[in-house]
């Protein structure tokens, strides 16, 4: 990590794609992000992949964390990659899915691009340290 990287606040955005309506993990990796010196953008419920990329973009985010439990991450999670790729984000942002994903999909979304995937149980601290480890120097 470079002098500027410390220096210099890490942006999260922690977005809830489509019709997922449950946000309480969502709030809880909110909050630890905060309390771990992040600054964090929360999107609300019922993001389209489009409106998630559209403020990942706008608000200049280093890390880019989906929160969805619906089942429907191998449609949305790769509308958000292309999104990326299409507005030039995708090398400068994190891309972190947590939630319920299904062991046998996490190898096909980090080959989309997916930098990890947090499952049920991972700790707020090991997050944070991946976060801080592998956050793309601007």
């Known amino acids: 990590m470079s002098a500027d990287t410390q220096q210099r ?10 019709l997922d309506g449950h946000d309480r993990g969502a709030h809880v990796i909110s ?29 200049d985010v280093d890390v880019l964390g989906i929160s969805i439990l ?42 989309m691009g997916v930098a990890e995937v947090f499952g049920p149980g991972t700790s707020t601290d090991e997050m944070v340290g991946f976060i801080r480890e592998n956050v793309p120097e601007r």
Do not use: M, W
Request: proline content about 4%; some cysteine; glycine content about 10%.
């Open 70 to 111: 619906s089942g429907a991450h191998n449609t949305l999670v790769p509308k958000v990659v292309d999104g990326l790729r299409e507005y030039g984000a995708f090398k400068d942002t994190l891309l972190l899915v947590g939630g319920i994903i299904p062991e046998e999909d996490e190898a096909d979304l980090r080959e």
């Open 9 to 18: 606040t890490i942006r999260c955005l922690v977005a809830k794609v489509g």
């Open 31 to 59: 909050r630890a992000l905060r309390d771990a010196g992040f600054e964090v953008i929360y999107s609300g419920l019922h993001r389209s992949p489009e409106e998630i990329v559209q403020a990942a973009v706008q608000e």
